[in-house]
């Protein structure tokens, strides 16, 4: 599911973030929504044995 959400509904058209106001690279601008993508399972069992089975450790 891909859920877009409007920045005056996630933090404001001013803008939100931590750092300095007069620097912003710190901060997310102001009129700029969120994207997000979020992946719904509705079988959970199914799912960890599926991420059981793909695991691959790294050796160093």
Request: with cysteine; aromatic share 8%; net charge positive.
């Amino acid at each position: 599911m891909r859920l877009i959400v409007p920045s005056r509904l996630a933090y404001g058209t001013s803008g939100a973030g931590s750092g300095s106001s007069e620097l912003t690279s710190g901060r997310i601008a102001g009129n700029q929504c969120l994207d997000y993508y979020i992946h719904v399972i509705d079988n959970q069992a199914a799912y960890d044995v599926a991420s059981i089975k793909r695991y691959r450790p790294i050796i160093i």
